[in-house]
């Protein structure tokens, strides 16, 4: 399994890394295709499992980060030559202790957020029952206050992106990946939110196929992230463990 690789790391945080959007589109093109029922059939796995866990209303959130490292696994093997099986997608579970952790701290960021914000929309309700004195606060939130948490919830995206491939692939604790994300981000901040955006577009552009077709999209954006986390931060396959003995992998 390739690890994190210390000096792409320390490039990440000091200079601007060269995203390669454009080989890592095509690359995902030929693994897709060439393993697209072990792909198509993982999404309809995950989908089946997360549906199961809405009925825990948490249960989503802490799957999705086990179930996304599951694609990054695989591809890899297939970049190899190596077989896998199907439980191979599953593997990302094998840390779900730091993974929740992960989004405790995330949950808890949000709620910081979205509380104060549902309750001057709605809390100024209780203090009036005449709608002509809600209605500019409500305008004033529409205009002001919901385009501030846009910005927030834009930039956050750009800030998890990284911290569940880092707690994989580099045995971080949850805080420890938010921070180093974080020092990644400020270099290459506007790149990464330009993947991110256009990884979540590709991803949901199987919805305009009566929904089945996010079985391929939603696949092929996984491992468009895994390819740019690979090229950005991963050790190279001619590196061996004897060349990581002087790196640190805390």
């Known amino acids: 399994m390739k690890t994190l690789d210390e000096s792409k790391l320390s490039h ?21 295709s060439n393993n697209w029922q072990d792909f198509t059939l993982f999404a309809l796995a995950s989908a089946g499992i997360y549906l199961l866990s809405i009925f825990t209303i948490i249960g989503p959130y802490f799957i999705m980060f086990p179930l996304m490292i599951g694609y990054g696994i695989v591809t890899e093997k297939i970049e190899k030559g190596e077989n896998f099986v199907f439980n191979d997608f599953f593997k990302g579970f094998d840390k779900w202790q730091d993974f929740l952790v992960l989004i405790l701290i995330i949950f808890a960021f949000s709620l910081l957020f979205i509380i104060p914000y549902f309750f001057f929309l709605f809390g100024i309700g209780l203090f009036s029952d005449n709608p002509d004195e809600i209605s500019p606060f409500v305008g004033l939130s529409i205009v002001f206050i919901f385009p501030f948490f846009m910005l927030i919830g834009i930039v956050f995206s750009v800030l998890i992106f990284l911290p569940p491939y880092l707690i994989y692939y580099g045995n971080m604790g949850a805080i420890e990946s938010i921070k180093q994300s974080i020092q990644i981000a400020k270099k290459n901040f506007w790149y990464l939110l330009l993947f991110v955006l256009l990884q979540s577009v590709i991803s949901q552009l199987g919805a305009f196929a009566c929904y089945i077709g996010l079985l391929a999209t939603i696949p092929f954006g996984y491992i ?13 396959d001619a590196k061996t463990e004897i060349d990581l003995l002087g790196t640190n992998q805390e």
């Open 12 to 32: 990440a945080k000091t200079q601007k890394f060269d995203f390669k959007i454009g080989d890592y589109f095509n690359q995902a093109i030929t693994i897709f």
């Open 224 to 236: 468009m992230g895994y390819l740019l986390i690979k090229d950005m931060l991963l050790t190279d």
